[in-house]
């Protein structure tokens, strides 16, 4: 069974900086891209931050230059590294992955989501 945790969400000041967790475990072969999305209340689920298995980022125009996706040093693990905060960051923040358990389908899994409030 696969699960994705994600961690490291809070309060903070605007202008101030969180960095997100997210790990993978379980029954895993293979994983291609990991995501990190949001919620904001009243909203549609919008696409945040991608990195590929390679390395390779891609970010939505609200958070770029603002917000960092990496992998950890096992690639289960992918961080957010947010910084300049604003109110408008005001979210559920979810991980998402696509991988196989067993290297043969692929299956989209998310984790639970952690809250990050902007304000003062």
């Known amino acids: 069974q696969v699960q994705l945790v994600e961690s490291g969400g809070g309060l903070v000041q605007p202008g101030g900086s969180l960095r997100l967790s997210c790990v993978a475990s379980?029954?895993?072969?293979?994983?291609?891209?990991m995501d990190w999305y949001r919620q904001a209340p009243g909203k549609q689920r919008e696409l945040v931050a991608t990195?590929?298995?390679?390395?390779?980022?891609n970010y939505a125009d609200s958070v770029k230059g603002r917000f960092t996706a990496s992998r950890g040093n096992t690639k289960n693990t992918v961080y957010l590294q947010m910084n300049s905060l604003k109110p408008e960051d005001t979210a559920v923040y979810y991980c998402?992955?696509?991988?196989?358990?067993?290297?043969?389908?692929?299956?989209?899994?998310w984790g639970q989501g952690t809250q990050v409030t902007v304000s003062s």
């Open positions: 998402h992955a696509e991988l196989t358990p067993y290297g043969t389908y692929w299956y989209s899994y």
């Open positions: 379980g029954s895993i072969f293979s994983i291609n891209a």
């Open positions: 990195i590929t298995s390679g390395g390779s980022t």
